[in-house]
C-alpha cells in the first residue's frame, strides 16, 4: 500500500473534517504563488518539472480539501482505509432502500413548475440528512471507530450524488 500525501498538512491545517475553508483558500493562493513554475522558468529541466509536480499536488490536495467528500475520504486514507472498494458490509440495507425511494421521488417529479414545488423540499430533506451524516462520520473518526466511518462516508456519496441529482433537475426545468 503507497503512503498517501498529508494533505493537512501541506496547507498546516488541523486534521478535522470541519476545516475553515478561508484558511484553506488563502493558503492555498500563497502556496501557489511560492511554487508557480514560471517562478523557476530560467532554472534547468529538473527544476522546472519538479515545480511543475508541486503545482500539481497543490490543485489535488486543494480539490480535496475544498470537498466535503473528498475531505472525508482523505481522512479515512490517513488512518489507513480505503474508500475505493466497497463491501456488502460497508452498505446498510435500510439505507439503500431509502436511497431508492428518493430517487423514485426525484425521478417522478412532474415537469416545470410543480416539479420544482416537488424537488425543493426533497433537497431541503437531503440537506439535512448530509448534515446529520456528516455529524456521524466526526463522531465515528473521533471515536477511531474506523469502519462506521466508512460506512458513513459511503452513505454521503449516495446523498451527494443525490443532491446533485436534485439539482440537475431543478436546472433543468428551470430552463424550460
Known amino acids: 500500500m503507497r503512503s ?11 486534521h478535522d473534517f470541519d476545516i475553515e475553508l478561508k484558511t ?10 511560492e ?11 529538473a527544476t522546472k518539472l519538479a515545480a511543475v509536480q508541486r503545482s500539481s499536488l497543490l490543485n489535488d490536495a486543494y480539490a480535496t480539501l475544498k470537498s ?14 480505503s474508500v475505493d472498494e466497497v463491501s456488502q458490509a460497508d452498505l446498510d440495507r435500510e ?3 431509502e436511497q431508492m425511494q428518493l430517487r423514485e421521488a426525484v425521478a417522478e417529479a412532474p415537469e416545470g413548475d410543480d416539479g420544482l414545488a416537488v424537488l ?3 433537497k431541503k430533506e437531503i440537506a439535512a440528512r ?24 459511503h452513505e454521503l456519496q449516495f446523498l451527494h450524488k443525490l443532491f446533485q441529482e436534485i439539482e440537475t433537475s431543478e436546472e433543468q426545468r428551470l430552463a424550460y
Not at 72 to 80: N, Q, T
Not at 144 to 150: Q, S, T
Open 4 to 14: 498517501t500525501q498529508d494533505f493537512f498538512s501541506l496547507f498546516s491545517l488541523p
Open 24 to 33: 484553506l483558500n488563502a493558503r492555498f493562493r500563497e502556496l501557489q504563488v
Open 35 to 45: 511554487s508557480h513554475p514560471d517562478r523557476v522558468a530560467a532554472e534547468d529541466e
Open 68 to 81: 466535503p467528500l473528498g475531505r472525508a475520504a482523505h481522512l479515512l486514507a490517513l488512518a489507513g482505509v
Open 95 to 97: 439505507v439503500l432502500f
Open 120 to 122: 425543493e423540499p426533497l
Open 130 to 153: 448530509i448534515h446529520q451524516r456528516e455529524q456521524n462520520f466526526v463522531q465515528s473518526l473521533t471515536a477511531e471507530d474506523l469502519g462506521v466511518a466508512k460506512r458513513v462516508f
